[in-house]
């Protein structure tokens, strides 16, 4: 894991990759929140709100891009079907690796 990254460098970082994300995807959130979520990484709701854990300041850069990319992902396909997987992997061939270190880090989610 790398070193923690303040609050603001975390903002930043979830911006660029909202953005680059916006840019396979084709679609951009309503809106675009942090906040400490206990359970999960991130969510993407109908209305086309995403919001991104603040905890992912404690992961990699690529980790917190990862789960930008995967909730904006959400706002064109809303399941995980393979259309999901695909879109997700246009970015992050290797996402399965990185969703397994995402559930490595759990622990995360609930202590800090």
């Given amino acids: 894991m790398e070193k923690q990254r303040g609050l603001q460098a975390l903002r930043l970082l979830?911006?660029?990759a909202e953005?680059?994300?916006?840019?396979v995807v084709g679609q951009k959130p309503t809106s675009?929140?942090?906040?400490?979520?206990?359970?999960q990484w991130g969510s993407c709701n109908s209305k086309g709100i995403i919001a991104i854990n603040?905890?992912?300041m404690y992961l990699s850069e690529r980790?917190?891009?990862y789960v930008v990319h995967h909730e904006?992902?959400?706002?064109?396909i809303h399941r995980h079907d393979k259309h999901f997987?695909?879109?997700?992997?246009r970015l992050f061939p290797d996402r399965l690796i990185l969703d397994r270190q995402l559930r490595d880090a759990v622990g995360i989610l609930?202590?800090?």
């Fill in 54 to 56: 603040t905890k992912l």
């Fill in 63 to 65: 980790l917190v891009r």
């Fill in 19 to 23: 953005l680059e994300s916006e840019k």
């Fill in 72 to 76: 904006v992902a959400h706002l064109k």
């Fill in 14 to 16: 979830v911006r660029q």
């Fill in 32 to 39: 675009l929140r942090l906040k400490p979520m206990k359970s």
């Fill in 110 to 112: 609930r202590h800090k």
């Fill in 85 to 89: 997987s695909y879109l997700v992997e």
